[in-house]
């Protein structure tokens, strides 16, 4: 026989169980009208895929796969895509799609497995995931996401969670008892996928009629283990009950898969088996409605989407005055201001207390550091410590402190003789610890954007500088080739205007033209010089133009001054001739 560990802390609240586990699960009405907001789990919501005005059918896909899909639970017409209040603490607005109902109920041809055991634990998880399951024992994490996948080796152990230790709510119960047969398939299809070494089924012992139920349908099996334990709260928590059936504890920050364990609930199961063999998604769930101010108490099989008002009509709804409207149980449930809400895949209790029942805590009084709360505390933190880190904002205190270990069970509260409301902080702390991260997330985008803008720019202008570098030395080498050969228009306009003026022009004209071209030729000549002198060196092209222009100007100016001292020893003989003509003449 398996031993049963226990763990630090926990409490023994009134149960109160028996108002709505007396009777088996009812089938829910469909309502005139469903609402389906389109996050219903923990990560992002996926977008719609349909339109305004359009038919729908049940079990067809009403979002993409960005995020978790929805599915119409029923057949209909899509009334609108727009924002309608959801289940939250904050009373927010989220946006929903509106399903007005033809009561028809027409559904899709669905497309059930028929041997899951022939298909990759990886095209599974992916079917788990287009049929929407997500987490149904309250936290609301997508099951697929919590699947190895192909990484069969890392799962050891898989737990299916039956204990359901929050007082009042009794649907996993029920569910246990009247459909056991379908959580059993689940948990084979759950086994295909992640291959562990034993499969672990936990019941707290307060479920006489589950127990015995799951007891008949195991007796012939030998790879799934029934464990019973005792009752106490919260041995639902995940990490709890791993310690319960293990002896095992999740490192602080860590996940159960890091130590070889999955952990689903018996809820999960049964719409995995759903999925899978029926083809079904998951557009319908197992919620209790409990509470003096329901006079039909019980558990009911609600489509998803289905307001929390119709729900509790169909529980003959008396409400007391005032009357508060929990969705979840009185210890982590929270209080909705809108009645209108609709159900969700997390909503697995509507609690609606009678005048007196769950009377409003008294008012806070001063921490008397007593110690109780972190007696209590199955997490094994200090929630006092918490506490004091929470009202001064010391969000790093706060983070060192383990305060995302905090699952808000409410157990430090409970026997809080102050009355300090100390999960209402921690929750607070909590959301604003992610904002904060968030925002230095944001900050250190922007940071990173305004780098690479000002590394872009810094390389542009570089480049830009190389260009204009580029562009400057081959204007100079231009330069210096023209200042060697002179520009070839004007040297050919020149050449022109010397020959026509050679026509017209006495011998002492061409002299004086000699004389000016020579003058010319020593100009571009000390040009050339007094650049090559004041040349650095740093562009060798730049100088060796440079150079090759200056010597180009000196053979120039050597050949006019060869060919104008040959000019001057011709010009004497041939006056003498031409004055001898003449004499003769």
């Avoid at 389906?36 to 729908?56: D, F, S």
């Avoid at 998803?304 to 449930?333: C, H, N, V």
Wanted: hydrophobic share 40%; glycine share 8%.
């Amino acid at each position: 026989m398996r031993r049963v560990h226990d763990f630090h802390g926990g409490i023994y609240p009134a149960e109160r169980k028996t108002l709505s586990n007396g009777q088996g699960i009812r089938k829910a009405a469909i309502p005139p009208q469903l609402v389906l907001p389109l996050a219903q789990h923990i990560g992002p919501p996926a977008e719609p895929e349909v339109a305004v005005g359009q038919t729908v059918l049940g079990g067809e896909r009403l979002t993409d796969l960005s995020g978790l899909p929805i599915h119409a639970p029923t057949s209909g017409v899509i009334a609108a895509i727009e924002e309608r209040p959801v289940p939250h603490a904050s009373g927010m607005a989220a946006p929903c799609i509106v399903i007005d109902c033809d009561h028809e109920d027409r559904w899709i041809d669905l497309k059930p497995v028929g041997d899951f055991r022939n298909l990759a634990p990886g095209e599974l998880a992916q079917q788990i995931f287009e049929a929407g399951i997500a987490g149904l024992g309250g936290a609301g994490f997508p099951t697929a996401r919590k699947l190895p996948g192909e990484s069969n080796d890392a799962i050891d152990t898989l737990i299916i969670n039956g204990t359901e230790c929050e007082p009042y709510i009794t649907s996993d119960d029920v569910l246990m008892r009247e459909r056991a047969d379908r959580i059993i398939a689940g948990v084979e299809i759950l086994a295909h996928i992640a291959r562990p070494k034993e499969i672990l089924i936990g019941i707290e012992d307060n479920k006489p009629d589950a127990i015995a139920t799951f007891e008949t349908a195991l007796a012939h099996r030998e790879d799934m283990e029934l464990v019973t334990f005792p009752t106490k709260y919260p041995s639902g928590g995940e990490k709890q009950l791993i310690e319960i059936l293990t002896g095992k504890e999740v490192p602080s920050g860590g996940l159960p898969a890091s130590i070889g364990i999955l952990c689903q609930n018996v809820g999960t199961a049964a719409a995995v088996h759903d999925a899978v063999i029926l083809g079904r998604p998951l557009v319908s769930r197992v919620t209790t409605v409990t509470g003096e101010s329901a006079r039909d108490r019980g558990n009911f099989d609600v489509l998803l989407g289905t307001p929390m008002e119709d729900l509790l009509a169909q529980a003959d709804y008396q409400p007391a005055s005032p009357q508060r409207l929990i969705m979840g149980g009185p210890m982590m449930g929270v209080t909705l201001a809108d009645h209108h809400c609709p159900v969700i895949k997390t909503t697995n209790c509507l609690l609606v207390p009678g005048h007196g029942e769950l009377p409003e805590p008294a008012h806070a009084q001063a921490c008397i550091r007593c110690g109780l709360c972190a007696e209590a505390c199955p997490a094994r933190l200090l929630p006092q410590q918490l506490y004091w880190f929470a009202r001064a904002q010391n969000h790093e205190q706060l983070e060192q402190h383990h305060l995302f270990d905090c699952i808000e069970c409410g157990a430090c509260s409970y026997v809080c003789p102050s009355h300090i409301p100390l999960v209402q902080y921690y929750r607070a702390s909590k959301a604003a610890v992610r904002e904060q991260k968030a925002d230095n997330a944001r900050a250190d985008h922007a940071r990173e954007r305004f780098e690479a803008r000002q590394e872009r720019m810094a390389r542009e202008a570089a480049e830009k500088e190389a260009r204009r570098a580029a562009r400057k030395r081959a204007a100079l080498a231009k330069a210096a080739d023209q200042a060697a050969d002179g520009d070839p228009i004007q040297a050919a306009i020149e050449r022109a205007q010397a020959r026509k003026a050679a026509l017209a022009k006495s011998p002492t004209d061409d002299k004086q033209a000699q004389r000016d071209k020579l003058a010319r030729i020593e100009t571009r000549l000390a040009k050339a010089r007094n650049k090559l002198a004041t040349d650095d060196g740093s562009d060798s092209a730049v100088t060796t133009a440079l150079e090759n222009a200056v010597a180009t100007t000196e053979k120039k100016l050597a050949d006019l001054k060869a060919e104008i001292a040959d000019a001057g020893s011709v010009r004497p003989e041939a006056e003498s001739d031409t004055k001898s003509e003449a004499e003769n003449a």
